[in-house]
């Protein structure tokens, strides 16, 4: 079976969006080839969702922020967007026949301590994990329905 090349977009592609993709490779990398990218790339991956993931065995650290139009000619199935600005910004993918939105806060928008901002960070990792697992469990469950 190929795999369906999957693009979770975010604004800034610095936090949220890569969050979405090391969770979603780890949860099904058999199933999926996953990318992520940005409306307004910030050209980083912000330090402290890569702490956040590292804490979960989940190793972004060589993730590098992109733009969507990057992937306008690589053949997308589904297109999750995990902020309202991506959402909005969100071309039609050639294609493309899956579009989700989860929304989530922008935890580099988070303020307080660094304790407080990197609570805030395992927070939103904790809130993608369940959903993009969820999703991969959903996935893999209607494949073995067709089967």
Wanted: charged share 25%; net charge negative; glycine share 8%.
């Amino acid at each position: 079976m190929k795999k369906k090349r999957v693009l979770i977009l975010c604004t800034g592609n610095s936090c949220r969006s890569h969050m979405g993709e090391g969770i979603l490779k780890a949860a099904a990398s058999d199933l999926f080839e996953v990318h992520s990218a940005g409306s307004n790339p910030a050209g980083y991956v912000h330090p402290m969702a890569i702490k956040a993931l590292g804490e979960i065995g989940i190793d972004i650290s060589d993730h590098q922020s992109k733009h969507m139009n990057d992937f306008l000619d690589k053949d997308i199935h589904t297109v999750i967007t995990v902020c309202g600005n991506a959402d909005q910004a969100c071309p039609t993918f050639p294609g493309q026949v899956k579009r989700y939105h989860w929304g989530f806060f922008d935890p580099a928008k988070a303020d307080g301590t660094d304790d407080e901002i990197m609570d805030c960070f395992r927070e939103i990792r904790d809130q993608i994990k369940l959903v993009f697992e969820a999703y991969a469990e959903g996935y893999r469950a209607a494949l073995t329905d067709e089967i």
